[in-house]
Antibody
């Protein structure tokens, strides 16, 4: 059974940093691209970042370029998102999601999400 | 990258069919057959319902179907059931290796 478990969120001050993690199990982690998608309270889904199987290709939404960094450790079956220079609009539930063989843009399994709240 | 355009809400009675539209541009929906649809119940993670415009992942009911014409993709749910009440999001691959979601549609089963 595929499982994705996010961790590392919490309350962070504006301008601060946080790293969220996603522990994966139940599938061959290093065979699939992985993505982060966020959802602000009461709002819709927003794609954030994607990383290829070995990390050789990385894609970011324009809104987070330069502040967010996605990475993965295939030896630990773990996906990361480093979020810097946090702003109020970054307050959201951050989901990690697994890509499909058909394409990284199809997300067939999702974690339950981790909340990042930016506030002083 | 602008979000894809979806109606804010749709509704239908049990047993009926409904269609949710998703309008993009020639940079996303119109250019690529890489459209997907996600269902999200309150407080739950999204679930992939359709990928590659019209393909269903294993385990998704055949009451869900997808299509595309020009810059607009559509999700049709036939034989509406109470459990279908949820938010639905379309998504598309877009130029320069990005992915864009629609604003979401709240489906109410009357």
């Amino acid at each position: 059974e595929v499982q994705l478990l996010e961790s590392g969120g919490g309350l962070v001050q504006p301008g601060g940093s946080v790293r969220v993690s996603c522990a994966a199990s139940g599938f061959t982690f290093d065979s699939y691209s992985m993505s982060w998608v966020r959802q602000a309270p009461g709002r819709g889904l927003e794609w954030v970042s994607t990383i290829s199987t070995r990390g050789g290709s990385i894609y970011h939404a324009e809104s987070v370029k330069g502040r967010f960094a996605i990475s993965r450790d295939n030896s630990k079956n773990t996906l990361y998102l480093q979020i810097n220079s946090l702003r109020g609009e970054d307050t959201a539930l951050y989901y990690c999601a697994k890509g499909m063989e058909s394409g990284w843009y199809y997300l067939d399994f999702w974690g339950q999400g981790i909340l990042v709240t930016v506030s002083s | 990258q602008s979000a894809l355009t979806q109606p804010a809400s749709v509704s239908g009675s049990p047993g009926q069919s409904i269609t949710i539209s998703c309008t993009g541009t020639s940079n996303d929906v119109g250019e690529y057959n890489y459209v997907s649809w996600y269902q999200q119940h309150p407080g739950k993670a999204p679930k992939l319902m359709i990928y590659e415009v019209s393909n269903r992942p294993s385990g998704v009911s055949n009451r869900f179907s997808g299509s595309k014409s020009g810059n607009t993709a559509s999700l049709t749910i036939s034989g509406l059931q109470a459990e279908d009440e949820a938010d639905y999001y379309c998504s598309s691959y877009a130029t320069t290796n990005t992915k864009v979601f629609g604003g979401g549609t709240k489906l109410t089963v009357l």
